[in-house]
Every structure is written in C-alpha cells, then in structure tokens.
C-alpha cells in the first residue's frame, strides 16, 4: 500500500480556514513538500519546507486583485505542472492503448498461447504492488519533481527494453519490460493525481468540489487521447511487411520506438516543470515524521496513516468499485482484436483499429461527460452509465457483426469514460484531508490489482475454452461494477 507525503495544505496565515487541518497553528510546518495557496492573493505557489521556525510566514499588505494565469507568474507555473501531468497520462495511454493491437502479433511472433500472454498483466500487477511497497519510502525521502521523474525514467528505460525483434529479445525481457512500466506509471500515475487533485482544495469562494473534476478530467482526456492514438500507431507499424491475414513478417516491436521518444519528452517535461521541486526530503523532518506516531496530524508517521486508511469503510468501498471498472476497462481492450480475429473471423490488420473506437468513446465521455455528471449528480449519473455500459456489453457479444461489435464497444468506451474522474472526484471529498493522498493511493493500487487479474484470468480460460469467454467475464465485471458504486457513500453537502 502506498502513501503520498505530497499534499495541499493552506499556508499560515491564508485567508483560507484551516478546518480541514483541525486549524492547528503549525499545521504548514509539518509538511515535506506542499503546494499551497499563497496568502490572499488567489494563487498556487510551491513552498519548501524547514526544520525549523526561524522564518514565520510574512504578511504581505492589503490583498490586490486576484490574479489570472495570463498576469501571475505562479499560475503559469502551476499551468505547467499541469500540462506535464497531462503529458505524463498521455504517455501512459499509448502504452496500455496499444497493447490490444499487438496481442495478436505478440502470440504469433513468439509462437505462445493465450495463458502465456496473461503473463503481461501479472508483470503489471507486479509493478504496482511493488510500487505499493516502495512509493511510502520514497515520499519520505524524495521530494515531488524527483518522484514523478523516477516515475518517468522507469517507463523510458521499459520500453527501450522493447525496441527489439523476438530473435534478439526473448520473451522473458518483454514481460519483465511491463514490470517497469508499470512501476513507473505507478508512481507518475498516483503522485500526479494526487497533486492535480488537492489543487482545488486551496480554491477560495467557490463551491468545493466545483474546479477538481475540470482538471482531474482534463489529465484522465489525456490518457484516453494516448489511448486513442496508440492503435492506430501501433496497427500501421505492424501491418506493414505482414503476408496473409495472421501477420507473418510483421515487425511489430518498432512500434515501441514511439513510446520509448514521448518518454525522454516526459523525462525532461517533468524536470523542467516541477524543478521548484526537485529534491530530497531533510533527514532532520524525515525522522520528525516516523519518530512518532502520536504527533499532530501533520507530523503522523506513514505507518499510522496506513493505518486510518485501511480503517475507513468509504475507502474500500472505493477501492472496490475500481477494482472492477479497470478490470472491465482493461479486459475489454486488451482482448477484443483477439476476440474479433479468432471469433468473429476479422482481418487482423483491420481489427486493430477497434480499440481506437473504444479509446475514442473513451476520450469523448471524459471531455463531454463530466459536467453534466456534476451537475445533476454523480451518484445517479454514474449508476445510470453503468447500466448503458451493460446494454452495450451485450450488444456487443449477442450481434454476430463486427460493425455492430465495433460501434457498441466504442459507446462502451463513451459511457465508461467519466467514471474513474468522477470517482476519484469523489474520493478526494469523501476522505480526510490528512489520509487523503494515502488513501487515493491506495484506491489506484488496487485498481491496478483489478486491471491486471481479470485480463490475466481472461488469458487463462481463453487457452482452455477460447477468447470468447471475455464476454461473460466482462458482463460479470460491469454488474459487480454497479453494485459497488451502490455502495459508495456520498460526501455530505454534495451532489447527489
């Protein structure tokens, strides 16, 4: 289980109440690296933390005009975090959106079966668990820009690994390259949406709640658009030199070239956006915070926010709903060129195509749907995308047409696709503000766990009874996924 040190807090003395921090005096010295809103003048700036209170924060005179990302320097900062958090789900996309597309061309190139190709998600479930392990550690001894950057160089060094022809690579290297990158989108991943989420948190005089599921789906639009370009990248590279329908000669590994560039652009986006926060935590604070478990909230050690996480209801109820979302998510499309190729007898060159429609839905339903999901509420929004992704699951398996298959799969993607920022949207409300990134951290680990095991089973009972059971693991997963957004409470005095 993960925990985060990076968190939003008001500084002391802003005008912003500090209800959510018990308004404790020092609560802004007892914070490694924070993001805060900057007395009264309505804008982020980034603070690093002392060992000491030789500089008590200054009082800056009478409050001028609130300031606007196109005259505050400070907002155009914070924009630019923003933009290569962006890019970091971007990046992360065209990994997970192209891995449908070769599937196919994986099996045949290095001559294995479906439960061998399973392999890859428990490599990616490998990943986050280990980041789970780590990712507390490091945050105690890493400051933001060093950790998303780690998180960056990680997913470079991976897919340099897969740049490789099967003749040069076996397939031992391939799978141990998803290790990495998942490890590495881990950390990006879980630190970025934390950051991006506790932003609004320092917004003033605006209803809570009201800016966080812009940005959040703003990132989450981004993954969706790596996902939506991947496919076609990835079916282009490998169609060409291929002879006959089963992909013979393709070539498929150059694919990765791509990623392995977006990668060294995430790698120096990071260090020059986040380079006000490059750098290590002090040992005198490190030990401040793991000394004593009994401490103000501020100084409470990782151990003992675990702790209250894992003691909180709403938090596994959370975790549940996307243990199942990124089991249907990634299930479906991973598997479904697979599926069309061996079942429904499409031209693998071809098929590879569709998850660009699933991935497209997916885009669309995250740019579209988010506001009117917050305003006529997320509880009933949600359920009511749920049972729409239920009839088009359906649809999808029960119509013997790949147009139809096609075109339910990508409204499939749409309806599915607000769902994670909304619910994390959600958590970011539903949880304390001191366990919050904890929290949120773990709600992503175990997602990944749902993103790994299902596709990976699917694997299984594909080598034994065919690539046509993805279709009642996937009707399973979307009803579990509505009985557990049943199931999550609502944060008080919002939407319902």
């Given amino acids: 289980m993960s925990t985060l040190t990076t968190t939003i807090t008001p500084q002391a003395g802003s005008s912003i109440a500090l209800d959510a921090l018990g308004s404790r005096p020092n609560a802004a010295e007892s914070l490694t690296n924070t993001v805060t809103p900057a007395g009264r003048r309505g804008r982020f700036t980034t603070t690093t933390e002392t060992d000491n209170d030789d500089h008590p924060p200054q009082d800056d005179g009478p409050p001028p005009p609130p300031a606007t990302p196109l005259n505050n320097k400070n907002n155009n900062n914070t924009l630019f975090k923003l933009i290569s958090t962006g890019f970091s789900f971007f990046v992360a996309g ?37 980041a789970a392990l780590t990712s507390t550690h490091l945050a105690q001894r890493l400051r933001l820009g060093y950790l998303l950057g780690l998180g960056a160089l990680l997913q470079t060094a991976a897919h340099a690994l897969r740049c490789w022809p099967p003749a040069g690579a076996p397939f031992g290297l391939f799978v141990a390259s998803f290790f990495l990158v998942s490890l590495g989108q881990a950390y990006q ?7 991006v989420a506790s932003l609004s948190r320092g917004e003033k ?30 079916t282009s590279i490998a169609a060409t030199g291929t002879v006959g329908t089963e992909g013979v000669g393709s070539r498929w590994w150059l694919f990765y070239t791509v990623p ?3 990668g060294v652009v995430n790698f120096g986006l990071v260090l020059v956006a986040f380079r006000d926060m490059l750098g290590f ?48 998510v990634v299930t479906a499309g991973g598997w479904v060129v697979e599926y069309l190729v061996d079942v429904r007898n499409g031209d693998i060159a071809q098929m590879g195509y569709v998850p660009a429609g699933f991935s497209g839905g997916g885009l669309l339903g995250r740019i579209l749907l988010p ?58 409300r539903l949880f304390p503000a001191d366990i919050n990134a904890t929290a949120i951290s ?55």
Wanted: proline share 4%; net charge positive; hydrophobic share 50%.
């Fill in 94 to 130: 065209v990994n997970d959106g192209s891995l449908g597309a070769l599937i196919p061309y994986v099996i045949r190139s290095y001559g294995i079966t479906t439960a061998l190709v399973s392999a890859l998600y428990a490599a990616t479930l490998a990943g986050w668990l280990a």
């Fill in 189 to 195: 991943d879980t630190f970025g949406n934390t950051f």
């Fill in 205 to 234: 005089k605006k209803k809570e709640g009201d800016s966080v599921h812009r940005w959040l789906g703003f990132i989450h639009a981004m993954y969706m658009a790596g996902c939506l370009v991947a496919p076609f990248g990835a």
């Fill in 260 to 262: 392995l560039s977006l």
């Fill in 281 to 328: 935590v002090g040992r005198t604070r490190s030990r401040m915070q793991m000394a004593d478990a009994s401490e103000p909230e501020g100084k409470k050690s990782a151990s003992r926010l675990m702790k209250e996480a894992l003691n909180k209801r709403s938090v596994w109820l959370l975790s549940l709903f996307f243990f199942f979302y990124l089991g249907v």
């Fill in 371 to 428: 506001e009117p999901t917050h305003r006529w509420g997320e509880k009933k929004m949600v359920s009511l995308y749920c049972v729409l992704c239920l009839g088009f699951q359906l649809l999808f398996w029960l119509v013997p047409n790949i147009i139809a298959a096609s075109v339910a799969i990508s409204l499939l993607g749409f309806f599915s696709g607000p769902l994670f920022a909304t619910a994390i949207s959600v958590g970011t």
């Fill in 442 to 496: 773990f709600v992503f680990v175990f997602a990944q766990i749902g993103g790994s095991v299902f596709p990976m089973v699917t694997g299984v009972l594909a080598a034994h009874t065919g690539v046509s059971a993805m279709q009642p693991v996937l009707v399973g997963l979307i009803v579990a996924m509505t009985i557990s957004w049943l199931l999550v409470p609502q944060p008080k005095g919002k939407t319902k």
